[in-house]
């Protein structure tokens, strides 16, 4: 059996179950299950259900506090910090969404920063909730060492992610969300946990050489979208999400991978603008127009349409789990 078929609602109890058996909060959990369970129905398996295993893990040991409780502060009118207390970072992004759009829709602009945080999963995900709240939004993710400065052999900066999303009037939000290796990293976890191979050109060993070893991959460095600019815009986002938000830069953090160390203390920082104050009442209408126009030509496919597509599917027959993967899943569950 290739597969076992879980409703998402059925998934979603068992990751919560599975978490607050490892010393993390219900509270917690449920923030967590929700991101998981998300990226699992959009198709991105690699920032799904396969993420359980390590962030219990994670929990268990005390790399990641479960029981942490997010601390806001106001700095400025716009802006937001919120320290993430060394837990899990998705009850402080909750925060951030929650909080952001008021703040937004007064002043056209508003900002929070997240520090001593940890893997945000899907950065798309988190933009998408503020665009269907009507605000556009962009997300900088800093993430532990997997790309080199260009030429270099040591892993500098994170892979880095970037997430775009922006509300169109009568469909979904538009969302860009990518990672700045050529592939995310979490690819090669679920590379290793199937004992497969990777495609030579995804990741270089610690020694700079080319690898198809997940394993090697992990201990090396990912190849940058884009080369040189992909090294550059990596360093512009760890400046964005480790600089300014006072969170660890890449090179300072351990990994989101295992239980050893401790806690990576990463950084997250979200922008929302106010379409109507930036670009007036009739933005929205564009943004569908745009849309429109880019799934009118022939071959063309809107960013985000192939997420939407699987959710869709997960919604009406549930998600296709690895037995293995679930197995696990339920064994963690059961130490209750």
């Known amino acids: 059996m290739s597969s076992r078929t879980i409703s998402i609602e059925a998934a979603h109890d068992l990751v919560i179950a599975a978490l607050t058996a490892s010393r993390t909060s219900?509270?917690?959990?449920?923030?967590?299950?929700?991101?998981?369970?998300?990226?699992?129905?959009?198709?991105?398996?690699?920032?799904?259900?396969?993420?359980?295993?390590?962030?219990?893990g994670q929990a268990l040991s005390g790399k990641v506090d479960g029981f942490a409780k997010p601390h806001i502060s106001t700095p400025a009118a716009a802006a937001l910090v919120i320290d993430a207390r060394l837990g899990f970072a998705y009850p402080a992004i909750d925060i951030a969404i929650a909080r952001l759009?008021?703040?937004?829709?007064?002043?056209?602009?508003?900002?929070?920063?997240?520090?001593?945080?940890?893997?945000?999963?899907v950065a798309g995900l988190h933009v998408e909730r503020l665009a269907r709240s009507g605000l556009a939004a962009l997300m900088f993710a800093n993430t532990p060492?997997?790309?080199a400065p260009w030429g270099a052999r040591r892993g500098l900066f994170g892979t880095n992610p970037i997430a775009f999303a922006a509300p169109a009037r009568g469909r979904d939000p538009i969302v860009v969300d990518l990672s700045l290796s050529k592939i995310p990293r979490g690819?090669?976890?679920?590379?290793?946990?199937?004992?497969?191979?990777?495609?030579?050109?995804?990741?270089?060993?610690r020694d700079?050489?080319?690898?198809?070893?997940?394993?090697?991959?992990?201990?090396g460095t990912?190849?940058?979208?884009?080369?040189?600019?992909?090294?550059?815009?990596?360093?512009?986002?760890e400046i964005l999400?480790?600089?300014?938000?006072?969170?660890?830069?890449?090179?300072?953090?351990?990994s989101f991978f295992d239980t050893d160390g401790p806690a990576p203390e990463t950084g997250q920082l979200i922008i929302a603008l106010s379409p109507e104050a930036l670009g007036g009442s009739d933005v929205t209408d564009r943004l569908a127009d745009l849309a429109a126009t880019i799934e009118a030509e022939p071959g063309a496919r809107l960013a985000g349409a192939r997420r939407l597509q699987h959710r869709g599917a997960a919604a009406a027959h549930g998600l296709d789990v690895p037995p293995a993967l679930l197995e696990e899943i339920e064994r963690l569950a059961q130490r209750l």
């Open 101 to 121: 759009p008021p703040l937004c829709r007064s002043h056209g602009i508003a900002a929070a920063a997240i520090n001593r945080s940890n893997h945000c999963g």
């Open 241 to 254: 999400a480790g600089g300014l938000t006072g969170a660890r830069f890449a090179y300072e953090s351990s």
């Open 26 to 56: 219900a509270e917690n959990a449920r923030s967590v299950a929700a991101a998981l369970v998300g990226a699992e129905a959009d198709g991105i398996k690699s920032h799904g259900l396969s993420r359980v295993p390590s962030y219990a």
């Open 208 to 219: 700079g050489h080319p690898t198809t070893d997940p394993e090697a991959a992990i201990q």
């Open 222 to 237: 990912m190849v940058p979208m884009g080369d040189a600019k992909g090294t550059a815009l990596a360093l512009m986002v």
């Open 145 to 147: 060492p997997g790309i």
């Open 187 to 205: 690819r090669l976890l679920l590379a290793k946990q199937k004992a497969e191979r990777i495609p030579e050109g995804w990741a270089l060993d």
